[in-house]
Structures are given as C-alpha cells and as structure tokens.
C-alpha cells in the first residue's frame, strides 16, 4: 500500500513540475553554407545560400523542432563573398545539372546527436547523415556529400575546366555542408 501511495505521489510530482516548453525557429534565423575543395592539397572553398525556401516553425521539443525542416534551396542564390567566383559556380557547376538546379529535401530523424536529411539534387535523393551540437539558443549540423552521389560529374568535370588553373587541375567530389539555426525556447 505504502509503495502505491509513494508511486502515486510521485508522478502527481512529475506532472505538476514538468516543463511545458514551446521551441520556435524563425526562417531568417536558418543558414545553409557549405565548404567545397580544390587543389591537391584540398584548400577550402566556402560559401552559403540566401533563398532556403524554409518556413518559421513551432514544436514542443527541440528533437520536433529540427525534424521535419522542409527547404528548397535556389542555388542561383550562391554567395562565397566573390561575385566572379559566384558566377562561375552557377553556370559551370549548378546549371549542369540534368533536372533543375535547385537544391530541395527535409530534415528526418534524430538520434544520438545525428540528424538525418534527405536531400534532391540533380534527380537523386539521398539521406546524409549531419552531426549536431547545440546550446541553449542555437544548434549547427555538420556533415558532408560527395557530389557523385548525386550524378553530378558533369558539373565537377565543368567547374574543374572552367577553373583549372586556380584548381591546380583538381576539384574534389566530397563537399562540407552546414546547417545552422537560432531559435528560441520559453517555457511556463
């Protein structure tokens, strides 16, 4: 009887004292950048994307907060803080693409502090998994795609003619890419 009562106790405790949290992401709060590599001895190249076609979102948890991120990236929206080199990654790189040069998917799962995204690019879907760090205001996922996987040799064939001099003659396949977010949690 006394365990009972004790059991009883306990979870009117944990109810009555649970947090009641709501999470929210403003879509100008999102950032998707990415890091691509040239020369043999794989300098970095970054750059970020200013249209993400991302929504403001609201969710009790921050696990639901980051899970179900729909975007549609327009790579026309490429910045990498050189207009001429934007130029370039545009016409030689996203406009050889077969399909569109838009850049679409979702956030999936997370577990373990792995976030799984599916990505469209160049008619190929592929899950990649990005790993998370997080604060208390802000999180970024991290991980990286090889371009192949995608079907995108054409584009790395034309990206690499059309800076073969600059790249030394190599352009790697395997690109970094970033997803970062501020967002907000208040609880009552």
Known sequence: ????????LFLIWTVAFAENCTYKMSAKDVNVSWVAFKTPL???VGGKFTK???KDRTAASFSELIQGIKFNIDTASTETGNKDRDKKII???FE????SADISGTTLGYEKKVLKV?????????????RVTKTDSSFEAIGVIDV???GLNKSLAGINKAC???HEGKTWSDVEVKLEAKYSKTCK
């Not at 050889?96 to 399909?99: G, H, S």
């Not at 599916?118 to 990005?130: C, E, G, H, I, S």
């Open 164 to 166: 073969e001099k600059l």
């Open 52 to 54: 993400l076609g991302v």
């Open 96 to 99: 050889n693409m077969d399909k």
């Open 1 to 8: 009887m006394k365990s009972c009562l004790f059991l009883v």
């Open 42 to 44: 794989k300098i970095g």
């Open 118 to 130: 599916r990505f469209n690019m160049n008619k190929y879907t592929r899950d990649v998994p990005l």
């Open 148 to 150: 192949f996987d995608f």
């Open 91 to 93: 016409k030689y790189f």
